[in-house]
């Protein structure tokens, strides 16, 4: 009954090639070392993104909450770049404004999955056979279950807004990280130097806090950015259906769903954040599938 | 053949271990939701404590949790979902009406998006630079891009700016073809992508080059031989594609203003009507074990390997 989640298969993509003699070529080869063009771009477009969230005063062009009635409903031009919304708001701003919710909803949701599920797998691994029975059978049910779906329970339960949101999409990602943690920690505690530390007679709390958890700990840490971009999407799934952030707040699937009543006179309203959001999580992917490739020694020879 | 039946029977049985769960957990949601479901349900009518009294006494809120969850798994055994505070109806018949557009959309989504991934991938595999970039871009851009997003997208073009289609609502045939594009966008650059590493994987198998050998053409060599080895890893997709066909439904309906489950469940966090809510979340979980389990029939009777070893 467990269906592995599928989190990006983008990564699979953009993961190095296996070895075939009808492919190879130095030159691909060679490639593998190198930062490709695509690449260099999508490093730049995060750099900006986190310079939208940190500081987004550098890049405004007007104050994100702006009224100007006058200037309601303008199409894109040199004054303002991406046009103005319903109340005369500078759409451009708005959208450099809203980086940081967006990138807080994916990235603290992705965060707390990782704190939740170390800490679950932790206590699945250290309590014994019954405690670990217990609580993967838990994250089964819990696995087995669309990770949407999950999330919409636990706004329907706590209610909407950001926080609660967060929380939603966090809980309902951590059950994958769970399964991970615990697989990667199993299969560390055969290792030699973990059996000589047993041997040596280290307690078993010091030796699953030294040696279990931070070895097992990067290939997490990768799924964990490949995680992002569709905690991002799911983010702002939720506030595009009126379930995160409240209404005065610059959030990209809010700005959509409000520019949805203005389909027929003005495009920008949909398009620009739309766009941002786009480009935002294919930036995350690419580099997500970057750092797998650099990082996870294993995922080097085909797919697992 | 007991064997298989065996397998049938616990996976049943794990099923619905798994919709038990969902209803516990929708079940403990409901209880420690900050609230009272009474005020909830009697809105902002005033009404006198003794009212109050009844309506609490007639759902039973009077009575210790142990005893509410264990009527309400009794009640779920026997297919009663309760009563929608909104609607004032039962859960289960508000979401059987609602459950035909639901599959409707579903179906033609995922239907259109097999299709679509089975162009690219049997076009793209293996070949060169050119085709494979331009297919990993488009691939990489639906993933990326999400379904409220393009499905906006589509309508601003296709039925404000264009007028081939109809904006909101379901009127017949011409009303599903966006939100099944959609639909049918969000998923095709998944399975393509898997659909050709699996295809590229086949092709450098013996059995091309003998195929080659033999003087069998490109076209009838990817179809008819490694296609079928290219859409086994699909069927592991299963659980992802039903999931994302799923959480598809709820912002895809949104957006096109489409009947269905998935409006009613977004329509029911929004008014907090939280028997619509658990009704729909078991409906999914049981649907989603069903055809885990269908998807893995599928699975042994398209692969012959697979039939003699059962798990």
Do not use: K
């Amino acid at each position: 009954m467990t269906t592995a989640p599928v989190p990006t298969t983008v990564a699979r993509r953009f993961s190095p090639r296996r070895f075939s003699p009808r492919r190879f070529s130095p030159r691909r080869f060679s490639a593998r070392g190198r930062l490709r063009p695509g690449l260099a771009i999508a490093w730049g477009v995060l750099a900006l993104l986190v310079l939208a969230a940190v500081w987004p005063e550098a890049l405004e062009r007007r104050p994100p909450d702006h009224v100007d009635v006058v200037h309601a409903l303008r199409s894109p031009d040199a004054t303002y770049w991406f046009g103005t919304d319903q109340l005369g708001r500078d759409i451009y701003s708005r959208v450099v404004h809203g980086t940081r919710l967006t990138l807080l909803l994916g990235v603290g949701s992705v965060a707390l999955a990782l704190v939740l599920g170390t800490f679950v797998s932790s206590l699945a691994i250290l309590g014994g056979r019954a405690v670990d029975s217990l609580v993967m059978r838990v994250t089964d049910v819990l696995l087995a279950f669309p990770g949407m779906l999950l999330a919409l329970l636990v706004v329907a339960i706590l209610g909407p807004g950001t926080g609660n949101a967060l929380i939603a999409i966090g809980l309902s990602t951590a059950p994958g990280f769970a399964r991970l943690v615990r697989g990667e920690a199993l299969a560390v505690r055969e290792s030699g130097f973990v059996q000589a530390a047993v041997v040596l007679g280290r307690p078993t709390g010091a030796v699953h806090r030294d040696h279990l958890l931070p070895n097992s700990l990067p290939p997490v840490l990768v799924l964990a950015t490949v995680n992002i971009g569709t905690a991002i999407i799911a983010g702002s799934s939720l506030s595009f259906l009126g379930l995160g952030p409240e209404a005065p707040a610059a959030e990209w699937g809010a700005m959509l769903a409000e520019g949805r009543d203005f389909l027929d006179s003005a495009w920008a309203l949909t398009v620009f954040p739309g766009l941002a959001l786009t480009c935002c999580v294919i930036t995350l992917n690419v580099v997500g599938a970057d750092l797998r490739r650099r990082f996870d020694g294993r995922s080097r020879d085909g797919d697992r | 053949m007991s064997g298989v039946l065996r397998w049938l029977l616990r996976r049943l049985l794990s099923a619905a271990l798994v919709v038990a769960g969902a209803a516990t957990v929708a079940f403990a949601g409901m209880a420690l939701t900050p609230g009272d479901p009474v005020r909830t349900l009697l809105g902002t009518s005033p009404a006198t404590p003794e009212v109050v009294a009844e309506v609490r006494a007639d759902l039973g809120y009077d009575q210790p949790l142990a005893v509410r969850y264990a009527r309400f798994i009794g009640r779920l055994c026997t297919g009663d979902l309760g009563d929608s505070y909104q609607l004032q109806e039962p859960v289960g018949q508000v979401l059987a009406e609602q459950l035909g557009p639901t599959l409707e959309l579903a179906l033609a989504g995922f239907t259109l998006g097999l299709a679509g991934a089975l162009l690219l991938a049997v076009s793209t595999a293996g070949r060169r630079r050119l085709p494979v970039r331009a297919a990993s871009l488009f691939e990489l851009t639906t993933v990326s891009a999400p379904g409220f997003w393009t499905g906006v997208l589509l309508l601003g073009l296709f039925s404000f700016q264009l007028r081939f289609f109809p904006a909101a609502g379901d009127t017949g045939a011409a009303s599903l073809v966006l939100p099944a594009v959609t639909m049918a966008l969000s998923i095709v650059g998944t399975f393509s992508q898997v659909l050709r590493d699996a295809m590229e994987r086949a092709l450098d198998q013996p059995f091309v080059l003998s195929a080659r050998a033999r003087g069998t053409g490109e076209l009838a060599l990817r179809v008819r031989h490694v296609l079928r080895h290219g859409l086994l890893p699909l069927t592991t997709l299963s659980g992802w594609t039903i999931g994302a066909l799923l959480s598809g439904t709820v912002v895809i309906e949104t957006v096109f203003s489409r009947p269905g489950l998935g409006r009613v469940l977004a329509a029911a966090i929004t008014s907090r009507d939280l028997p619509v809510v658990t009704g729909v979340v078991v409906i999914a979980a049981a649907a989603f074990s069903l055809l885990n389990i269908l998807v893995d029939v599928v699975y042994r009777i398209i692969d012959p390997r697979l039939r003699s070893t059962l798990p």
